[in-house]
């Protein structure tokens, strides 16, 4: 079984275009006939989708936070196999990790023992960027940081002082990115805006592939590059909602784990797509509906009137079907939904639930839960919670009980009724 070779992009801090570096990367790697998989650390939906499309590969969530050991390396070798580089992007800073210390990119990169590039943004500083280098290299000895990208650089007079400054650290800088107004992706309050919904994104990713081909010397950094060893024997994934399992996939509900469908697919179930935005039913035939998380605040007039979506998760319903739904999800199940400009939206009704994003207050972390629905999985589960909106629900059973990284109680999470369940909680793992 042939392998990649593999390496990790990341950088001191968010916001230095690390993103942005890898896009280039794998787009520019690509054009020179190198097969690049692609990966992402955490929990992240929205960058794996820009990665996939850049690489014409789909990108697979490595989360040392919520997944075992096992588990990350088995990913990563299935990943790189028939690749010829594995590029794993990073998260928020090298050593940025949940509340309780773990789960950097950092942990990631020793686990896998493979080595690190540094993105740093240069803007405004020169000989600074030694000691920062130097500090981050030295800080974690089971963490080798083999090379350095400099961004958003302001002339050669300034890439000539950085590249003098850091030849004292002993770390090659592999490339200096001039600084480019173009290379800037539109943002909104989860994140980066969906790839599907820029118009021009083909042609941003070209230009950060010519960014990155004429100003990164790309064969030193594929010389960098670590081999991957072949995974351990992972855990079992988490077993599947049903046989027939309908998948919600739009421009609403977009945020799925391609290690969760692998999962199921490889364990015998039958998986069906279907988009509520265009108004489909769920298939008369399946035994479970997933509605999985994405933007359903951006798409409230077009859910209300899906009528022929809700009537068929009504259906679903009633024949007993299993009926699951995630963050975004589980507001649909609802029966309202405010938007931000403070319009209310009827939603399918299965669960007396109204959420609200008119009042946004971030919701963010790290979730170890312990669920008492009728899901098919452990009781005790590892995911994340990630939304702006907030909920008013009827005293109805929570479907997780739940604490955060640290081990703080949280409040119960979700409602069940029967066999509809759902929560802002997304689920990546068994604990």
Same mark, same amino acid.
């Given at each position: 079984?042939?392998?990649? *070779? ?10 230095? #275009? ?5 896009? %280039? ?14 990966? *992402?650390?955490?929990?992240? /939906? ?54 309780? %210390? ?24 020169? $000989? ?6 130097? =500090? ?22 300034? &890439? ?21 107004? !173009? ?7 989860? #994140? ?20 990155? =081909?004429?100003?990164? !010397? ?8 670590? @081999? ?21 996939? !739009? ?35 399946? !035994?479970?509906?997933?509605? @999985?998380?994405? /933007?359903?605040?951006?798409? =409230? ?17 009633? +024949? ?19 938007? *931000? ?14 959420? +609200?994003?008119?009042?946004? *207050? +971030? ?15 452990? #009781?005790?589960? $590892?995911?994340? &919670? ?8 009827? +005293? ?14 949280? @409040? ?5 009724? #029967?066999?509809?369940? =759902? ?9």
């Amino acid at each position: 079984m042939s392998l990649a *070779k593999g390496i990790v992009i990341a950088a001191p801090r968010s916001g230095s #275009g690390k993103t942005v570096i890898t896009l %280039g990367l794998l787009a520019a790697l690509r054009r020179r006939g190198v097969v690049v998989a692609p990966a *992402k650390t955490g929990p992240d /939906y929205i960058d794996p989708a820009f990665l996939g499309r850049a690489a014409l590969r789909e990108a697979v969530n490595l989360d040392p936070w919520s997944m075992s050991p096992a588990r990350l390396k088995s990913l990563a070798s299935m990943q790189a196999v028939g690749a010829d580089l594995l590029l794993v992007e990073g998260v928020m800073g090298l050593f940025d990790g949940a509340a309780d %210390g773990f789960g950097s990119t950092a942990d990631l990169a020793e686990l896998l023992e493979l080595p690190v590039v540094l993105v740093v943004d240069a803007e405004r500083q020169s $000989q600074s960027v030694a000691p920062l280098v130097a =500090g981050f290299a030295n800080w974690r000895p089971g963490v080798r940081v083999a090379g350095v990208i400099l961004n958003r650089v302001a002339s050669m007079k300034h &890439e000539r002082m950085l590249v003098d400054a850091l030849t004292a650290t002993g770390i090659p800088c592999l490339g200096a990115i001039p600084r480019n107004a !173009d290379l800037v992706l539109p943002e909104r309050h989860l #994140g980066l805006v969906m790839p599907d919904e820029l118009a021009a994104f083909a042609a941003f990713v070209d230009t950060a592939a010519e960014a990155v =081909g004429d100003y990164v !010397d790309l064969e030193r950094l594929r010389g960098l590059a670590a @081999p991957i060893a072949e995974g351990d024997t992972a855990p079992a994934p988490l077993r599947p909602l049903g046989q027939r399992i309908a998948i919600a996939r !739009d421009d609403a509900f977009a945020f799925l784990y391609p290690h969760l469908l692998d999962g199921w697919r490889a364990m015998g179930a039958e998986l069906s797509f279907f988009s509520p935005l265009a108004n489909e039913a769920t298939p008369d035939d399946c !035994d479970a509906v997933f509605l @999985p998380g994405g /933007y359903p605040e951006l798409h =409230g007039g077009t859910l209300a009137a899906a009528n022929h979506f809700r009537a068929g998760l009504i259906a679903a319903r009633d +024949r007993h079907a299993l009926i699951y739904g995630e963050c975004g999800g589980f507001m649909v199940l609802g029966e309202a939904l405010v938007d *931000k400009a403070g319009e209310t939206h009827a939603m399918a009704g299965l669960l007396p639930v109204t959420t +609200r994003i008119d009042r946004p *207050k +971030r919701i963010l972390g790290y979730r170890r839960l312990v669920q008492s629905g009728d899901l098919p999985w452990p #009781g005790r589960l $590892q995911g994340h &919670e990630f939304h702006y909106s907030s909920a008013r629900q009827s +005293r109805l059973p929570p479907l997780f009980a739940a604490t955060d990284a640290r081990g703080e109680a949280m @409040p119960p999470m979700g409602a069940v009724i #029967g066999r509809v369940m =759902g929560s802002y909680a997304h689920v990546v793992d068994a604990a």
